[in-house]
T-cell receptor, first 117, second 111 residues
Framework: ETGVTQTPRHLVMGMTNKKSLKCEQHLGHNAMYWYKQSAKKPLELMFVYNFKEQTENNSVPSRFSPECPNSSHLFLHLHTLQPEDSALYLC????????????????FGNGTRLTVT | SQKIEQNSEALNIQEGKTATLTCNYTNYSPAYLQWYRQDPGRGPVFLLLIRENEKEKRKERLKVTFDTTLKQSLFHITASQPADSATYLCAPVTSYGKLTFGQGTILTVHP
């Protein structure tokens, strides 16, 4: 149990579907993150939220839409995705955002394996 | 541009030996360096953090070094076990909070 729970663990969707990924953290952390992990590539930061406010959007296409209703929950809404968006999507949290405390370690969930057909 | 290189996409060693993984960075000066372990189908798990003014950090069988002159961190696992088999990620962090992951090294420890 990592303290960060992601659902679903696996998702297959067509390019015209709309789906959402959910992340919940039980660690009392203030910052939450979405990362994308593709095969043979480093983890790519997508979005950062600090105290439920978005503080970073790393040039992510608008077909990915994040939502953070409170410090414990984070969603990633998906629509009209492309096959190249297939990847492992990881949610993470940290006590404070990096800009506030640069040595803050990340606590990751186990990810959602997304396949776009 | 900033670049992180984890030498050896894959490393194979015999049980009981010391595994040494390398993380090199160029074109910037991180204030911290974090190391994570990732098992297949799982998210990364934080292992150790070392600051730029620390030469070495230890935790049980793990040891991390940070050489700001060489722009390199070494991650050692002593008395390695098959259960240590995983992908290890380094993540330099700048003083203003930019964290970037390396592509990882897949370690396999053979019985």
């Amino acid at each position: 149990e990592t303290g960060v729970t992601q659902t679903p663990r696996h998702l297959v969707m067509g390019m015209t579907n709309k789906k959402s990924l959910k992340c919940e953290q039980h660690l009392g952390h203030n910052a939450m993150y979405w990362y994308k992990q593709s095969a043979k590539k480093p983890l790519e930061l997508m979005f950062v939220y600090n105290f439920k406010e978005q503080t970073e959007n790393n040039s992510v296409p608008s077909r990915f839409s994040p939502e953070c209703p409170n410090s414990s929950h984070l969603f990633l809404h998906l629509h009209t995705l492309q096959p190249e968006d297939s990847a492992l999507y990881l949610c993470a949290s940290s006590p404070q955002e990096f800009r506030d405390r640069a040595n803050s370690p990340l606590h990751f969930g186990n990810g959602t394996r997304l396949t776009v057909t | 541009s900033q670049k992180i290189e984890q030498n050896s996409e894959a490393l194979n060693i015999q049980e009981g030996k010391t595994a040494t993984l390398t993380c090199n960075y160029t074109n910037y000066s991180p204030a911290y360096l974090q190391w994570y372990r990732q098992d297949p189908g799982r998210g990364p798990v934080f292992l150790l953090l070392i600051r730029e003014n620390e030469k070495e950090k230890r935790k049980e069988r793990l040891k991390v070094t940070f050489d700001t002159t060489l722009k390199q961190s070494l991650f050692h696992i002593t008395a390695s076990q098959p259960a240590d088999s995983a992908t290890y990620l380094c993540a330099p962090v700048t003083s203003y909070g930019k964290l970037t992951f390396g592509q990882g090294t897949i370690l396999t420890v053979h019985p």
